[in-house]
């Protein structure tokens, strides 16, 4: 699907799509039609429950007396109130309406009603990208599904007041629909298809943008003792690496923020193994990987004015005859050891070298990890807020911020001394687990061990990397939250 752009001239065939806000006021495109149809719109709409409301949308097929073919009502709810989001929203749920209704194009008349005016521009172009985000589709494996079972909807094109302002926007924010797709096509792939190998050579894709790419193997982590990472990947037949790739669109002295990834390509649990009922999850354990890889596409895609270091730890989890045993002691590149206890609680031992190899080579302002870190966090916060920790008050709240700005949300849970006791142990340093009781802070607590006091996040994504129903931009499936939200960010505080 594409989307494109054009000035407020009502067509007079084809799909059209009007705006009526709250209390079933037509916007002007939809009274101009509603005239020109001697009154069918409002007649189709009082036998309708059709309000206005945002959201909502009325199908009318093939008025009489006219040459369209559909003309679709939706809803914006009360005009003042329109938000860069919900604009986003009503782009996205066009899209679904669309193809509900097997159209190939359609015209959308984006008549400047009050909160419209006021976005500019930029309404025009978050209609498009939210639309875009919605077309997603992973059905590369569908070989059976026929022609007509597919969406249909090829180009939606926006009528408003300045298209040529809302496509230089759209330029941008398309590069940004482009690194979550990537995202959500990492994520979905299944874990024969996408192992450590296969997902660093989705980073080695994006030096045709301008990335630099280096993927360490087995051999150089063990030179830097990455003991930590490399025992979650010893029973698997895969090779463990280690992703770095760096984008310098900053000055050239500026240290760069940096983005840490959990990429368990699969999870099985290792000898501390999963029950059966639901282990293909297992294949989207490399989310937190996947989203720093889509984010580096979207900032590089749209020449992003700052230094960004990504870093993914690759590994698969898999029982075997040379797998970690649970009572197995490592040394992590920090020099500290490790005592697991279980080798399903593996995520945070790929991030331990993660992060300490990432603050140690590049010194960045700060570093945020990404992981399906726990299941945990699925019990507290269910699939509406990413977790969030952090050692920084400043750099909680612009994430925070960001993620409200975009649609991802977070919620902040605490860190502290009493929990950070929990995974002290006899035998070693610490251990991997810290038991049943606040289960994602300890994983939190785990992690900060390995920072050397950065200033520092992590997000746990474990209940929000997979949705198992469709959202206004968001097909089921993998979802790319993170991307926006990191994109987000950069945006706001870190661009020259
Ligand atoms: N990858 C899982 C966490 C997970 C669970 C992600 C469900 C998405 C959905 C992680 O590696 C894990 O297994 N965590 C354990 C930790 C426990 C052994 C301390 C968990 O949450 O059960
Ligand atoms: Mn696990
Ligand atoms: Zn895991």
Known sequence: MKATFTDLSLPSSGVVVVLVADERTLSPSA?????ALDGALAKAMRSSRFKGKAGETLDIVAPRGSDYDRIILAGVGKSKDIKAMSVRN???GLVAALNAAAARKATVMLDPLDGLAELGAAAAARVGQGAMLRAYRFDKYR?????EQKPTLQELVIACENPSGAKREFDSLEKIVDGVNYTRDLVSEP????YPETLAAAGEALKSLGVEVEVLGEKEMEKLGMGSLLGVGQGS???SKLLVMQWKGGAKNDPPVAFVGKGVTFDTGGISIKPAQGMEDMKWDMGGAGVVIGLMKALAGRKAKANVVCVAGLVENMPSSTAQRPGDIVTSMSGQT???INTDAEGRLVLADALWYTQDRFKPRFMIDLATLTGAIIIALGHEHAGLF????????RLDAAGAAVGEKLWRLPLGDAYDKQINTDSADMKNVGGRDAGSITAAQFLQRFVNDLPWAHLDIAGVTWSKKDTAITPKGGTGFGVQLLDHLV???YES
């Open 31 to 35: 009274e101009q039609v509603d005239k």
């Open 90 to 92: 009503l782009g996205g």
């Open 143 to 147: 070989t059976k599904e026929k022609e």
């Open 191 to 194: 874990a024969n298809i996408i």
């Open 237 to 239: 037949a895969r090779e």
């Open 338 to 340: 490790i005592e697991v």
């Open 390 to 397: 952090s050692n920084n008050d400043e750099l909680a709240q």
């Open 491 to 493: 945006a706001e505080h």
